[in-house]
């Protein structure tokens, strides 16, 4: 089971969710700043631990070996834990899902997989875990999501190019990708970036 914590919309009956993946050695504490910083008051927030101690924070697989398993196992958790929230209350439909760099990929491979629609899924400076793989195991949903993909042309950690060519990629077997480039590192660009996704976000919802 993943460690979470929960942070309630403003609107108190809203039934919106915000499901948020942090990147390598982060934890769920590095994006407590978010919510607010968004300023969608409908929306409930749900801040997620990876499963794996990593230097002081957690990971979501080991970049350093065989990622395959640990992706594989760290989906299945996800899988549950939306499974969870929408026995809470929390239906897929009005659920976004958002990760940043190792949280993005986990973010996309939930998005590509999960039998259910998302009103959005949004990966931030991250990559795609074999494409090729990736599009040859697609649920009947993933052509139906909405995904929206950011990256920085001065990426240090990941390439901008290599990220680019797999969107592009993602795009020819049929998924509904909306890319944005920003001059950035590996960093969430301000309120250019947020507004980007703020925007994103309320076309997945339409009016409140």
């Given at each position: 089971m993943l460690e979470t914590e929960f942070v309630a919309a403003k609107e108190k009956k809203s039934r919106r969710l915000m499901v948020i993946l942090h990147g390598l050695g982060d934890s769920l504490a590095g994006f407590r700043w978010l919510p607010e910083a968004l300023g969608l008051p409908e929306?409930?927030?749900?801040?997620?631990?990876?499963?794996?101690?990593?230097y002081g924070g957690f990971a979501w697989y080991d970049f350093m070996g065989n990622a395959g398993p640990d992706i594989e196992r760290s989906r299945n958790l996800l899988f549950e834990l939306l499974d969870a929230q929408r026995a809470k209350g929390f239906p897929?439909?009005?659920?976004?899902?958002?990760?940043f760099s190792q949280g993005c990929l986990m973010t996309i491979e939930v998005?590509?997989?999960?039998?259910?629609?998302?009103?959005?899924?949004?990966?931030?400076?991250?990559?795609?875990?074999?494409?090729?793989?990736?599009?040859?195991?697609?649920?009947?949903?993933?052509?139906?999501?909405?995904f929206l993909v950011t990256h920085g042309f001065q990426d240090p950690i990941i390439p901008f190019t290599l990220v680019r060519e797999?969107?592009?990629?993602?795009?020819?077997?049929?998924?509904?990708?909306?890319?944005?480039e920003f001059v950035k590192a590996h960093n969430?660009?301000?309120?250019?970036?947020?507004?980007v996704i703020r925007e994103f976000i309320n076309a997945g919802f339409g009016p409140a």
């Open positions: 929306m409930n927030y749900l801040l997620v631990n990876a499963p794996d101690p990593y897929t439909s009005e659920t976004v899902l958002a990760g998005g590509c997989r999960y039998p259910r629609l998302f009103a959005g899924l949004v990966g931030i400076s991250g990559y795609v875990f074999e494409p090729d793989l990736l599009v040859q195991g697609l649920s009947p949903t993933a052509k139906k999501q909405r797999q969107i592009n990629q993602l795009k020819a077997a049929g998924l509904n990708v909306s890319w944005h969430i660009a301000g309120e250019p970036e947020l507004e």
